[in-house]
């Protein structure tokens, strides 16, 4: 398996709106970078199809079936969790909706983000329209209809939602609060075990069976994606780097670019 993107379309007449759709086939070994934590500056949402995966957002674990939605907004901080080597198919949906209000408070007032598990057939229903924006022959017209009863579909799904996160061990529970609350400290997993009382081991391997991290990769890639965060909404290079516990500056510059494939400013920039 590889990943790779069959097909793409746009939406482009609504003023401000950039939407994007991408089908992906992949698995545990080539899903590099959703693996890591991120964020982005739009809204997502990842419809699953097949795979045993499930989905972190905000410290929030929800094992994923056939037709399962996640929807973050921008800056919520996820990534995939890979619980096998079982093939991997997806829609992978990206929308800026910043200069459209009414879109915005919309999915935050009637969908909210999370996991999404709508009932048949309504699931199966939103599989079809992601595959129909595919088509070639798609129009602007076609896709919008298509894209608003998507969101329909959500909003009957969020309506009938219950808690669906998988509940997470007590002590990786703690330690992820702990890493929340110390994220501007230089954080270092013995130093962690030894404030809360837990074993290193218990500690590792705590993340990496529902993670699928190790947790010094799990801190670092916390600390880029919380500075992104603060660069996006207009934090300086050197303040991102100290708000996360960075205090040589090169340093930060050096791992940032590691993580996101640019500079910290040429990142704000864009």
């Not at 890591?36 to 410290?59: A, I, K, M, Q, R």
């Not at 800026?96 to 919309?106: L, M, S, V």
């Not at 229903?125 to 017209?141: K, S, V, W, Y």
């Amino acid at each position: 398996m590889h990943s790779g993107v069959a097909k793409e379309f746009s939406l482009r007449n609504l003023s401000g709106f950039d939407f994007r759709i991408k089908y992906t086939e992949t698995d545990h070994a080539s899903h590099v970078f959703e693996i890591d934590l991120h964020t982005h500056d739009v809204y997502e949402l990842y419809v699953n199809l097949s795979g045993d995966v499930s989905f972190l957002v905000e410290n929030q674990l929800h094992p994923l079936s056939r037709g399962d939605v996640i929807l973050t907004r921008p800056g919520q901080q996820h990534h995939c969790v890979y619980r096998s080597e079982a093939p991997h198919r997806l829609f992978w949906i990206l929308f800026d909706a910043g200069k459209n209000p009414e879109i915005a408070g919309f999915l935050e007032r009637e969908i909210g983000t999370g996991c999404i598990r709508m009932a048949e057939p309504g699931r199966e229903e939103f599989i079809t329209l992601c595959g129909e924006l595919m088509q070639e022959d798609t129009g602007d017209a076609l896709g919008w209809g298509h894209f608003w009863r998507m969101l329909m579909l959500l909003r009957a799904g969020a309506a009938h939602r219950q808690q669906d996160a998988a509940p997470l061990p007590e002590d990786l529970a703690r330690t992820l609060t702990y890493i929340d609350a110390h994220i501007s400290e230089p954080l270092q997993v013995r130093d962690i075990a030894r404030s809360l009382y837990i074993s290193e081991s218990t500690i590792q391997r705590r993340f990496l069976t529902y993670l699928d991290m190790k947790p010094a990769a799990y801190i670092r890639t916390k600390k880029l994606a919380t500075a992104a965060g603060l660069l996006r909404g207009g934090a300086t290079v050197l303040e991102a780097g100290l708000a996360v516990g960075y205090a040589d500056n090169s340093h930060f510059i050096r791992i940032f670019r590691r993580q996101y494939g640019v500079t910290p400013h040429t990142y704000a920039r864009r």
